[in-house]
Structures are given as C-alpha cells and as structure tokens.
C-alpha cells in the first residue's frame, strides 16, 4: 500500500523525511535573524506544528535492534562518526539537538551544545580538558564562580593556573604563556569583557602569543566566555578563539526566566566536551531549550533596543556630579584608554548594553544609589529585558580575596549597570533621582 492510498483510507498524513535547511535565497544567505524562524527544525515531522513541540521524555525508541547497536557504536567510538538519532534524553533531545543548530548559526560554528547552566557549561568544559598536572591559562578578572572553580575546585585535583589581566598587552600575555610552557598548558580560558569591570581581552594577541609558542597540533584551544556581548556584538572566533561559551540565562534567554548554558565552536573540541556531557549529564532539559528556541527569535530585537538604550543612559551618567566614571566601552575613545579602545575597534560590533558605573564614594554611596532605585531592579544577572544593578565588590564577588579585588579594580564603588528594554527616558529619570539619595 503506497503512503498516498494509506493516508486516504485513514485520513492521516504520511510521514515524511525532514526537508532539507533553506539557508539561502537565490544568491543572498540568509541572517541569523530569519533564521532563528525555523533552522533545524521540519513541521512535518510534527504533525505540522509551526513551533517545535516540547518532547517531554526520558528515552526513544528504536526503529530495530541493529539501529541501537549502530547508535551506542557511535556513542562509545567503536565506530567512527558519533551517535546517530535519539536514544535518551541526558544525551539529546530534539528540543535540543534544534537549539544547538541555532546557536552555532550566529557564530558560524561548527557545531554547539547546550547545558542546564552557564557554570555547568563552564564546568563541563573543563573536566573535557584538563587532567592532574596541567595548567590552565586564563584571563582576570573572570565570573567568581569561575575563579572559585579554577583555583579552589580543579585546584584540589592538582590542576595549576595562571592569569593575566584583562587588557594585557602582547608582551605581557608572552611572559605568561611562555612560563606556563614550562609544564602542559591543557586550555587558555578568557572572558572578555571581563566581569564585573567591562575590561576587553586582546584575542588576536592571544591567538598570536599561543600560535608562537606552542608548536604542532599539541597546541592549547582557546576558550573564551562571550556573555556580555555575543553573538550579537562580539564574534570572538573570528579573532582566533576555538571555543566560545555563553551562559545562555543572559542575553539568549533574555527574559530572566530560565537558566542555561552554551558552548559552540570547531567540532573536534565539541565532541570532546560532547562525551563528557554526556557522561555527567550536564545537558539542559527539553523544556529550557524550548523557551530558548522562543526566546532567539527576538534575540536581535532585544539586544538592538537595550543597547540604543545604554547609549542614552551612559550618556547621562557621563560626567554627572556624583559619577566618577561609567565603564562603558562606547567611551574608550574619549577617555583616553587607547589600548582598551583599539581591541574594541579590532573585536567589537557594538558596545553592549551592561557596563561598570564608578560612583563617587565607597560601599554607603553605592548601597543608597542602589536602595534609591525604583525601576531598575536590585538584582545579579544581566541581560534580561528589564534593567538590573548589583554591587559586585559585596555580591557576585564577595568570596574573591580582598586583595585580588582590588588588583582587579572590583571596588566598593563599582555598581554593575545592564539596561533592558525599556523606555530610556524613563531610565535616565530613574538613575538621576537614585543618584540624588548619595
């Protein structure tokens, strides 16, 4: 009976083969942002349902037993090639395996993975990477919990780092990495701009000092965490980072409703940290990745508006009485940061819309300018459509050392700033009474 005879006598639609990407049109590729409609996913192969339905399961069936046989083949690398299809969900998912497609598209990468959280991205990475006895190079300042699990968690199991600061210029990353060579340098991990001060990393410097020193194929991947402005304003591959991490609660998700990580970049490193996911079960569930699958859709929308918005609202606080300097990078020019500014001419898209505003005064200034606040929300986080402050210095980065934070210029003064979607007008009246209670 042919699917055409089956369907008329049932009055079922017959199953088809999913229909192939449009990834162009005529001779004009298609933007990330048309897209993010429907890449990676085929209606037909769900009954017809514009939106990918969420597949709420722990595991799918095979078709026969020489498909499950070829499957765990793949899986366990008796066969070269990876797995095929679905088995279980700690492994992949459609909701997943859709999302994955999508975020790799705004980079052009390879290839990507999804993860129940930045951290467990973060973390993921890492154990994929390093062993006892090797050292991990990295940028400062990084997320705290980063820092905490680089020195304080890997540290235990005998892995050794060393850093440089954010801005390091081409000698100084030299010194450091040539140092490291000494021992077996497993992954360069940089944050960039760093949080909480808005600091950029010189990738290309980066890519250029590990190029010169670590020879042949050995040579370390480079990470890089693009939270504060990727992928919209920032693109770090194309400055010679192999791995790019996001946490995927920020900008991605941007509605300050789930909690999610990434990673994406050239497919042997994500089939590398693919098999440790897929052992320790850091993947995000079908239900996260489908409120993600939502939430690119408007990801250029949303991240256009706030940072239109951050223009005018740094341009407010810029030289206010009671600010001793906004650390937002559309103003590196202006104030003189010549080596800050030629990285954001070299790496940069946009300025973002979260940045470091210095008040006048220590913690009390800071806590009343906080208190004082009435739309924009005390909160961690950033880039949500609504607007949040936090203080890191007695928040985010309360356990860093005292010392370190004030090596790394997390001060008692530092108020952490990421604006939203909001009317800017209203936002600048909010910041100017708030700043009227120092």
Request: with cysteine.
């Amino acid at each position: 009976m042919t699917d055409e005879t089956e369907a008329d006598l049932t009055g079922a639609t017959p199953r088809r083969r999913p229909k192939a990407n449009v990834e162009s049109v005529g001779n004009r590729k298609l933007r990330p942002a048309t897209l993010m409609m429907g890449h990676g996913y085929d209606p037909m192969l769900s009954e017809g349902s514009l939106k990918p339905p969420i597949f709420l399961t722990s595991t799918f069936v095979f078709p026969n037993a020489a498909a499950g046989k070829r499957h765990f083949e793949g899986v366990t690398g008796k066969r070269p090639g990876g797995a095929e299809g679905l088995v279980y969900s700690r492994f992949n998912g459609p909701n997943q395996e859709i999302l994955e497609d999508r975020l790799a598209v705004w980079e052009e990468a390879e290839d990507a993975l999804a993860f129940s959280s930045g951290m467990s991205a973060i973390a993921t990475l890492f154990l994929s990477m390093v062993k006892p006895g090797d050292t991990i190079v990295h940028s400062g300042p990084l997320y705290a919990a980063t820092e905490t699990l680089i020195a304080r968690i890997l540290g235990r199991f005998g892995v050794h780092w060393l850093d440089f600061p954010a801005g390091a210029t081409r000698e100084e990353i030299d010194a450091v990495l040539s140092k490291a060579a000494t021992g077996n340098v497993a992954l360069i991990y940089l944050e960039s701009p760093a949080n909480p001060t808005n600091a950029l990393v010189d990738v290309e410097a980066v890519a250029a000092s590990r190029d010169a020193i670590f020879k042949g194929p050995s040579k370390p991947p480079i990470a890089i965490d693009n939270t504060f402005l990727g992928p919209l304003w920032a693109q770090p591959m194309r400055q010679g980072a192999d791995i790019v991490v996001y946490s995927l609660t920020k900008y991605a998700g941007g509605h300050s409703d789930l909690v999610a990580g990434g990673v994406l970049g050239k497919k042997d490193h994500i089939n590398t940290i693919r098999l440790m996911r897929n052992t320790i079960g850091t993947i995000c569930d079908p239900h996260t990745a489908w409120m993600l699958l939502r939430s690119l859709e408007t990801l250029e929308l949303r991240m256009s508006r706030a940072g239109e918005n951050a223009v005018k609202v740094c341009n407010f606080l810029n030289g206010h009485a009671k600010v001793e300097k906004v650390g937002y990078l559309g103003f590196l020019e202006e104030q003189g940061d010549a080596r800050q500014a030629d990285i954001y001419r070299r790496h940069c898209i946009g300025a973002g819309s979260t940045f470091s505003l210095y008040l006048k005064g220590g913690e009390t200034e800071s806590f009343a300018f906080l208190d004082a606040l009435k739309i924009a929300k005390l909160a961690v986080s950033l880039g949500g459509t609504e607007t949040l402050a936090s203080h890191p210095a007695g928040m985010t980065h309360l356990s860093v050392a005292e010392a370190r934070k004030q090596a790394l210029g997390i001060t008692d003064n530092l108020v952490r700033i990421s604006i939203g979607v909001e009317d800017a007008d209203d936002l600048i009246a909010d910041f100017d009474e708030a700043l009227k209670a120092i």
